[in-house]
């Protein structure tokens, strides 16, 4: 930790008065504003978790459960493209299986058309393939072949390498990608390679029917709350697995990630899921405010990341009302899990979670020194 960043901690810990009680404050407000029916908050260190807790319900009536920060599974949506197919593009670089600069046509033979000779796996990570961002297949195509074979066939819009597009199709791709290098479909891979290495038990995609007392509703039909069915339509029509979006998980298993992110792939239990150096070059700054996969914090916006976490912040969100930012320079990372798209009781849902994970993230930098200083007192590492 720099100087810099110590002087500022301390100084947050003189200025704070209750953190934990602020980030509290801060999501219960936004149920009582009716952006969420329900959440779970985890933040912590590469070492300990310093804040997991549940708020509300899975939906408006009080009478269903209080989220459970170790059991309650959320529909991570977008999540998805960093913690499943980036964590396995990253295996796959790493076990020499995948290069970065390798053709995607090297694994995908039928991406075929003009220009496309020249995208490369780092496009897709990075989002400069030239795709455009998204394809209605649910409404275009019947079957997941269908629906494979119209975004193989997608032209071009720019010239690779060029412009920066935020793109579904890119992490579709990847999945396909990690499947034709991998020969293992990309749950299993996934499952396999990063998610049992790093302890995240409860982490998978298409979550069985006996589980969905505990997954989160994202959506009603007929009055009923629908749980378990992938929210993001184009993840159902490929058979509910995908690069871009289908993956479920808990806060708990989402903070084991994030704590494998912050010991530069070692996970809790000192098993080496990533080489060292390999979570530093995959979350290094690069065009467009993006990373390999990830998003890197922009200061030039106080949005979901709020304005604490320093310009070497990563993170994601998800249409679902997810998030995850994690900050190598102060050691801290935090974990907003909702379920806003579960009729949200205001408009702008979107918009104004926004401005709540921004304050939970500031209340989050502020929490890491003191809940610390407190740790160190009975000679535990933070």
Not at 58 to 83: E, I, N
Request: neutral net charge; proline residues 4%; glycine residues 10%.
């Amino acid at each position: 930790m720099t100087v810099g960043v110590a002087i500022l901690l301390l100084a947050l810990v003189q200025q704070a008065t209750d953190p934990a009680a602020e980030i509290d404050r801060t999501v219960r407000a936004g149920i009582e504003e009716g952006i969420y029916p329900g959440a779970v908050v985890v933040v912590g260190t590469a070492n300990r978790v310093l804040h997991a807790k549940g708020y509300g319900h899975f939906t408006w009536s009080d009478a269903t459960p209080t989220p459970d920060p170790a059991r309650t599974l959320f529909d991570l949506a977008s999540l998805t493209k960093v913690v499943a197919a980036t964590g396995a593009a990253m295996a796959l670089v790493d076990d020499g299986l995948v290069g970065l600069d390798d053709a995607v046509q090297r694994y995908l033979p039928a991406f075929r058309g003009e220009g496309k000779e020249q995208v490369t796996v780092r496009h897709l990570l990075e989002h400069r393939s030239g795709l455009r961002a998204f394809l209605p297949l649910n409404d275009r195509a019947e079957t997941a072949d269908a629906a494979r074979a119209m975004v193989l066939e997608e032209p071009l819009r720019y010239t690779p390498g060029t412009v920066v597009e935020y793109s579904d199709l890119n992490a579709m791709l990847l999945g396909w990608v990690i499947e034709a290098a991998s020969g293992e479909e990309l749950d299993v891979f996934v499952a396999r390679r990063v998610f049992r290495r790093t302890g995240m038990m409860e982490t998978v995609y298409r979550p069985a029917r006996e589980e969905r007392a505990r997954i989160m509703p994202v959506g009603r039909w007929r009055g009923v709350a629908i749980a378990g069915e992938v929210h993001d339509q184009n993840a159902a029509v490929l058979g509910g697995v995908s690069g871009h979006a289908g993956l479920y998980g808990t806060g708990l298993d989402l903070a084991r990630f994030a704590q494998l992110m912050l010991a530069d792939g070692r996970a809790r239990d000192g098993t080496v899921v990533f080489r060292p150096g390999l979570v530093r070059y995959f979350t290094r700054p690069g065009a467009g405010h993006r990373a390999l996969g990830w998003e890197m914090r922009d200061l030039t916006e106080n949005g979901s990341a709020g304005s604490l976490l320093t310009a070497r912040a990563f993170g994601h969100g998800g249409y679902t009302g997810t998030s995850i930012w994690i900050d190598p320079e102060l050691d801290v990372f935090v974990i907003v899990l909702t379920n806003r798209v579960f009729a949200p009781r205001t408009g702008r849902s979107i918009t104004k979670l926004k401005v709540v994970r921004g304050e939970v993230a500031d209340w989050a930098v502020r929490l890491r020194p003191i809940a610390c200083a407190v740790a160190n007192g009975e000679a535990s590492p933070c």
